[in-house]
């Protein structure tokens, strides 16, 4: 009876023991699924507050694009006022960010030993930084707001660099390849290639954009980069034609020197002539022009060699300065030779019938007396007065040439009454100015 009671008991134990372990293991599992939620939960703050980090990292880039934008178009009290106020948010995002990334490194949620005590208090610690990070991405937004007036303006003017840095990068692409052609024909173009070095630092400028040197100051680059290009083109352009025409200018210039020596070979006949035939005051002023010519006819040949040198040289400038040079010479020379002849012709005329030249004058006198009596009861005295000593200078002048017996000084003759007809020509202009500003 004894043993039979006995066993009951340790069926009892034993049974009492699994009980406990049952009900042990029960506990263990209820506590394992306490700590899952914790961790999950955890983890899905963790996520949240990665998800509302991401929100801000963009918004904070964004705004920072859109301060730079306003930036670039210029140094206003706008500007800097936006930049301030920006490098603040700025520092109070970044405080946040530091918050947010000590709150991951605090708390190892993927860890298998995590208690829910301290899988709560990562939730905790991840949702108040999601609130921060939340408040932040509000700041931003609203700051963002704010400045969009200012934005729109300076994204407006930006919309104008682009294409005013791609005219200047395609003008100075233009200008590489039309000196290259002038090269490729056989011309140097050194100062073409010059000028076109110089660009080179105004288009790195370029390059840094306006970000770095402000809108207006890069379009205002862009412009002038454009223009010298587009010069620069023009002239490798024309420099071809140009080198043809010096040429043609070389040969037409050598071709007027001889062509002055011919020209020159009458000059002393007529001075032999004007010396035989009249007085000396009628052809003094003309002795030297011999020894003119001859001197600007050495003179121009010496700088129509210069100009051939130049030429070959490919110095524009200096060969067109030279072929100017000997143009001028020239045309001094054929002045003179034209003087001497037709001092000559002149003197002959009047010698033959003196009558004419002074009908000539009169003819000019009376139609300026007409035009100062024109509506008028009395002439104005501004244009009396003149008329009335022409008159009387021209009479003096044909008294004295009667006068003056077998070898009068035509030349003197001459002179005067073209100084006549000049008075006349000039009170007519005072007339007719007058007129003008009547109407």
């Not at 995590?114 to 609130?131: F, I, T, Y």
């Not at 692409?173 to 490729?184: K, Y």
């Not at 002179?415 to 007129?435: K, S």
Request: some cysteine.
């Amino acid at each position: 009876m004894a043993e039979a009671l006995v066993l009951p008991l340790v069926v009892a134990g034993v049974l009492g023991a699994a009980g406990a372990a049952s009900f042990g293991t029960g506990g263990g599992w209820w506590g394992r699924r306490g700590g899952d939620g914790a961790r999950s939960d955890a983890r899905a703050a963790r996520d949240a507050a990665q998800q509302a980090f991401y929100e801000v990292d963009s918004a904070q880039r964004e705004v920072r694009l859109a301060v730079e934008t306003v930036r670039a178009v210029g140094d206003s009290a706008t500007a800097r006022r936006a930049v301030s106020d920006f490098e603040a948010i700025s520092g109070r995002v970044d405080q946040v960010t530091v918050n947010y990334l000590a709150a991951l490194d605090a708390h190892d949620l993927d860890a298998e030993e995590l208690e829910s005590g301290a899988a709560a208090r990562a939730r905790n610690q991840l949702n108040d930084v999601k609130g921060q990070l939340g408040s932040a991405l509000a700041e931003l937004n609203d700051f963002l707001r704010k400045l969009q007036p200012s934005l729109d303006r300076a994204e407006s003017q930006l919309m104008r660099v682009a294409p005013a840095v791609e005219q200047a990068k395609h003008a100075l692409l233009a200008a590489s390849n039309a000196l290259e052609a002038v090269r490729g024909a056989g011309l140097r173009a050194d100062d073409l290639a010059a000028r076109l070095a110089e660009l080179a630092p105004e288009l790195g400028r370029l390059n840094e954009g306006a970000g770095r040197h402000g809108v207006e100051a890069t379009l205002q680059r862009a412009e002038r980069v454009k223009e010298r290009a587009e010069s620069i083109a023009a002239d490798a352009e024309q420099l071809p034609e140009r080198a043809r025409e010096i040429d043609r200018r070389v040969a037409s210039l050598r071709t007027r020197i001889q062509a002055l020596e011919t020209k020159a070979e009458t000059v002393e006949p007529a001075l032999s002539e004007l010396r035989r035939r009249f007085t000396i005051a009628c052809w003094q002023d003309l002795q030297r022009v011999p020894d003119q010519v001859v001197e600007a006819r050495r003179a121009a040949e010496g700088k129509l060699a210069e100009a051939a040198r130049a030429r070959d040289e490919q110095r524009w400038p200096d060969a067109t300065a030279a072929l100017g040079t000997v143009r001028a010479l020239l045309e001094t020379a054929d002045g003179s030779v034209v003087a001497v002849n037709e001092r000559l012709r002149q003197l002959n005329e009047v010698q033959h019938d003196p009558s004419r030249e002074i009908e000539r004058t009169r003819f000019a006198l009376r139609d300026a007396q007409r035009l100062a009596m024109a509506g008028r009861q009395a002439p104005d005295p501004r244009h009396a007065a003149p008329l009335d000593a022409a008159v009387a200078r021209l009479d003096r002048a044909a008294v004295e040439l009667e006068e003056a017996g077998r070898h009068p000084d035509y030349w003197r003759f001459l002179t005067e009454l073209a100084a006549v007809r000049e008075t006349a020509a000039n009170v007519v202009e005072l007339i007719r100015g007058d007129l003008g500003g009547q109407r």
